[in-house]
């Protein structure tokens, strides 16, 4: 949980400049690329909807597991006459922990589908970085490539196309940004959205098998945001 926890908080890091990376990108045929833009929103979108379900996991762990656990053991605790009672009931607190955590024999197969779903947020988290270092090398080269031409045009030259201005000259290397990057990214993205949608449907479709957790008021807060 902590690991996953983790890695969407470095998602949203890798992130938080690309409104800025972006805006200097251009297509193929040298205009402002638009459609990166939405798939990037749609990056904060996906990572939010994951947040979101690891945050509401962790709430049940922290409040309808651990505290109430812990109220009902200290309120056993102070009844107990004796150490055996005192025992019994650490141990009654113990289970219960293990039981509601989804620790039991009885909820694997709940952790199973909870495994998939961390799985896949790992894998968006390794795909946003993937996209954040080429939006954001996109973006150095073109600022790269502006200021030559500021140095050009201020010893009398014509900008990045005077001599000396080496590599940077060929405007494809700088500010053309492929159409299949587009179109992979895109199709990417989808994919792991909606696997992500079946997978976290398929974790909600399990709670009924485990009839002895009261997982009623999780469900209704994974389920509001689910899209």
């Not at 251009?26 to 798939?39: A, L, P, Q, T």
Request: hydrophobic residues 40%.
């Amino acid at each position: 949980m902590k690991r996953v926890e983790h890695a969407l908080c470095q998602v949203w890091q890798q992130m938080k400049p690309s409104v800025q990376l972006f805006g200097g990108v251009r297509n193929e045929d040298g205009e402002n690329v638009v459609g990166i833009k939405g798939e990037v929103r749609k990056c904060h979108c996906v990572r939010n909807e994951m947040s979101h379900f690891c945050m509401n996991l962790q709430y049940y762990i922290m409040f309808e597991v651990l505290e109430e656990g812990w109220t009902e053991f200290k309120s056993k605790m102070e009844a107990a006459e004796d150490l055996d009672a005192l025992i019994s009931a650490h141990d009654l607190y113990l289970d219960g922990v293990v039981e509601k955590a989804l620790l039991g024999e009885r909820s694997q197969a709940l952790v199973r589908q909870l495994n998939l779903v961390f799985d896949l947020i790992m894998r968006f988290q390794g795909f946003s970085a993937r996209i954040q270092e080429i939006l954001k090398e996109a973006s150095q080269k073109r600022r790269l490539r502006t200021l030559r031409a500021e140095v050009e045009t201020a010893q009398g030259n014509w900008g990045v196309d005077g001599e000396g201005a080496g590599e940077l000259s060929g405007q494809e290397d700088v500010d053309c940004f492929p159409e299949r990057f587009l179109y992979s990214t895109r199709y990417e993205l989808d994919a792991i959205k909606g696997d992500y949608k079946v997978l976290v449907d398929g974790f909600l479709k399990l709670f009924p098998t485990v009839p002895h957790l009261d997982l009623g008021l999780l469900e209704q807060k994974i389920s509001f945001n689910i899209s």
